[in-house]
């Protein structure tokens, strides 16, 4: 099969067209054939810091998490799926898992869900880690009908999603953006926007809460945007972080008698722990997806499997508005 194989990792290493071996299923996994990958920052991350990150493949490495795709085979003790399924899921890309960049990758069962009815192989693709990530936040968090919800990065792959899904959830949904066009998507999410470079948290909580501060503040962002979050959650509050790699003075959070639940959706595929969780979120959110609750945002450019290095960069440089996506 073809495979786009990295051979060695830094900020300058270039993905190369291969012919490798279809892997073999086995017990508890299945057979699939790509369709669509999505690219997500963690994917950069490997490919340029490679051996500083615990969770990057040995070499040669098949990147890519995220898929959608066909079901060609079962293996042993697989119930549920059938060939000729079509599923997606976030099953490969690290350590020892063969990632979706190429014609064929082996997935456990655990990991992957029906894929839904309603939108194509491309949008299926952009969902399942910033899907999972969102939904488990949001469900830490404790989200309920009616609270105030604010989303930092609105319009970013975790955040348009964690938006939408808190709409779902009947909360009132704010999120930050930078720039009119974005505060036009989040908008048709139902969701008020909040353009940080123009307004202070102090002024926006001060609008929208009273002064009383947010129920639950979602962090796409993360780093020293955590500063923000503290500022503007309400007393007790709860913060949901994907990004907690900062060294960061804890005594707002103290103060306000701050919740941090910190995402990190990748242990299960690392430490072979809960995946199953992982299967049934994707369950719940291919139904919420086909109740039209929710809707991947795409970037408008498209990159085949060869042209995955230029999807990278595309990525990396900021230029993607919603998920970006790869045909195989």
Do not use: W
Request: overall charge negative; hydrophobic content about 45%; proline content about 3%.
């Amino acid at each position: 099969m073809k495979a786009m194989i990295l051979n060695e990792y830094g900020e300058q290493s270039t993905f190369q067209l291969a012919e490798i071996s279809v892997p073999l299923v086995k017990a508890g996994h299945v057979l699939v054939k790509i369709a669509a990958s999505s690219i997500n920052t963690v994917d950069t991350m490997i490919r340029q810091m490679g051996a500083e990150l615990p969770l990057s493949p040995a070499l040669p490495a098949v990147l890519g998490m995220d898929f959608a795709g066909t079901v060609t085979e079962v293996g042993a003790g697989v119930s549920g799926f059938a060939p000729g399924d079509e599923v997606y899921g976030c099953a490969g890309g690290l350590a020892d898992l063969q990632g979706a960049l190429a014609e064929y990758m082996v997935a456990d069962a655990r990991l992957i869900a029906h894929k839904p009815t309603s939108i194509s192989m491309r949008e299926a693709a952009a969902l399942p880690l910033v899907g999972i990530t969102a939904y488990e936040g949001l469900q830490r968090a404790g989200i309920s009908a009616g609270q105030k919800v604010l989303v930092h990065g609105g319009v970013g792959g975790v955040g348009h999603v964690a938006v939408q899904l808190a709409k779902y959830f009947d909360a009132h949904v704010y999120a930050t953006v930078s720039a009119d066009t974005q505060a036009e998507i989040v908008k048709q999410y139902g969701a008020t926007a909040i353009n940080y470079r123009k307004e202070a948290v102090a002024d926006y909580v001060e609008t929208h809460t009273a002064g009383a501060g947010f129920d639950v503040v979602f962090d796409s962002v993360g780093g020293v945007n955590m500063t923000k979050s503290f500022e503007a959650a309400a007393l007790n509050g709860h913060i949901a972080s994907t990004v907690a790699l900062v060294d960061l003075d804890l005594s707002p959070a103290h103060f306000k008698g701050l919740s941090l639940h910190i995402v990190f959706m990748l242990i299960p595929m690392l430490h072979g722990q809960g995946r199953e969780v992982h299967g049934d979120i994707l369950s719940k959110l291919a139904a919420i997806v086909d109740e039209g609750k929710l809707t991947p945002l795409l970037d408008d450019k498209q990159f085949s499997l060869e042209e995955i290095g230029q999807a990278h960069e595309h990525l990396s440089q900021g230029l993607a508005t919603g998920k970006v996506v790869v045909s195989i």
